[in-house]
């Protein structure tokens, strides 16, 4: 997500910047800008693109001062531009703001103050900041940034500075990360610490709603009622490589422990008032629906395994016959592709070969294109008719983790609007779905608090070259992915099973030791499941179970069993998945395979 870096202090502020922002790549970025007070007037710089073409221009035309913002920007709201980077402006460019987060209430107040008479230039939300501070700067910055906030709905940490005061820098936080680094004679906010670690190791970490006031050399944070709080300084011992990290060993451990906040963007950002789905970028009617005879769903790797939970959530909840094919294979599948086909692409890159040739192919036939996607403005976006965008943030390791989860998220809450505009669900289930949705970052947390039984569980796996995953119904979709991933990190090979088909032939592998993971999370088919675990245990395997907290009784027939908390069965793929990421990963370091760059695998899969 975006990077914010602000500087007051004696250094040339541009090269600070310029620095800092670059110690915040690993968060995935489009466009880079910055803004400096040059004590005659703010002067902005703001490119689309790599920081290099940023810092290219600042060595061609430099720009001389000692306060400043920049910015890295990661686009949500408009695509990558020059005039929609950061720092964004009020109209006589005398104040700068720059924002990493997103303002949930931006259409209403652009709204409310372009009928004030206030003109926009881009399409981001964070325009609206510009002009809120303007509206209510009246000569002190901390209050206009006060009464702005007060307006604000959604997450923000923001930056302003003011062509009035060359020694002033104001911030603010709210679910959004943000922190201060305390140097001599010099501060800086930043919203990760990479940014600021070679010029301090001092910090303040900001809690939500701290304001941080910075004149001169004297840094004062305030609460929201305008009461200074005592700041404890933190003294940060990780190096760069680390630091960007988060603290975590590898970006996928990181990015398994981002879920909850993943799902949850997700989710948020179409919940209107917090209860009903609204598909903003998704210009399907309800008349459209109607038209709609079957749905494809093409993708690979783990974005088909995630498609195939569309599939069952797209058939259950909307009744409309979906196919879910793998990208490389559906064009010569001899696809039934007519104007009554909704083809959707699931792709976390929007950049993968085969189903980019996918999406063309389908568009030529004449379908309706709408594609689940991670990357604002990626191929697969600009081709699709309706983006639906997943708001995972960047992934960085090659394993994908929150791309999946987010991208089953995404399912359940188109299956469910489409199952509404078709009638075909009742408002009851709707409601209560969405409910249940909305508890799950909750309930992935407390998976996610089991990390160290399940380090301890993954120990079994040791030494071992095959395992089987198994699971019928939904729980063999996830199976699939877990198998998936165990592959790809670290090397075992694992094949995912129907539990029932096993005995038709390849229970004939099973032998003393050999590792099954078994999921058994569904009501009606936990029975046959148990059968299926004592089938394989009979026959030596070591089973790891994993089911729901009140399933006490699979401790008898299992070796090990992790548990997730009570959900409703539709929902558990979400928090199934988690603990298999979690036996991938550590399974991975101790085979001591490199976890973040698997071997002879890309991030981005850009040929077919
Ligand atoms: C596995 C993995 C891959 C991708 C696949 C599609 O962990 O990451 O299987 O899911 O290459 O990539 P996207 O989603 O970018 O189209």
Known sequence: MCGIVGYLGHKKATEVLVEGLSKLEYRGYDSAGVAINTKENLEIRKFKGRLSVLSDDLEKNPINGGLGIGHTRWATHGEPSDVNSHPHFNKDKSIAVVHNGIIENYLELKEELQNEGYEFLSQTDTEVVAHLVDKYYKGNLLDAVYKATEKLRGAYALGVICKDNDKELVAVRKDSPLIVGLGENENFIASDIPAILKYTKKVYFLENNEFVHIVDNNVTVFDMNKNIVNK????????????????????????????????????????????????????????????????????????????????????????????????????????????????????????????????RYAKENGA???????????????????????????????????????????????????????EIITKEFYDKTIENLKSIDKKIEKVLSQEDYIKEVTKTLNKKDNAFYLGRGLDYLVAMEGALKIKEISYIHAEAFAAGELKHGTIALIEKGTPVIAILTQENLLEKMISNIEEVRARGAYVIAITKENHKEVEKSADKVIYIPDICDNLSTVLTVIPLQLLAYYAAIQRGCDVDKPRNLAKSVTVE
């Open 232 to 359: 404890a300084i933190n003294e940060i011992t990780w190096d760069v490589e680390s630091a960007s990290k988060g603290g975590y060993e590898h970006f996928m451990l990181k990015e398994i422990y981002e879920q909850p906040n993943a799902v949850k963007e997700t989710l948020i950002r179409r919940l209107d008032n917090n209860k009903c789905i609204k598909l903003d970028d998704i210009k399907l009617t309800k008349e459209d629906l109607e038209k709609i005879n079957k749905v494809y769903i093409i993708a690979c790797g783990t974005a088909y395994h995630a498609g195939l939970i569309g599939k069952y959530a797209i058939e259950k909840f909307a009744n409309i016959p979906v196919i879910c094919d793998i990208a490389s294979e559906f064009r010569y599948n001899n696809p039934f592709i007519d104007n009554n086909t909704l083809v959707i692409l699931v792709s976390q890159s929007g950049e993968t070969a085969d189903t980019l040739a996918s999406l």
């Open 368 to 422: 309706r294109i709408m594609s689940i996607t991670n990357v604002v403005g990626s191929s697969i976006a600009r081709e699709s008719d309706d983006v639906f965008y997943t708001w995972a943030g960047p992934e960085i390791s090659v394993a994908s983790t929150k791309a999946y989860t987010t991208q089953v998220v995404s399912f359940y809450m188109i299956a469910l609007d489409f199952g509404m505009k078709k």
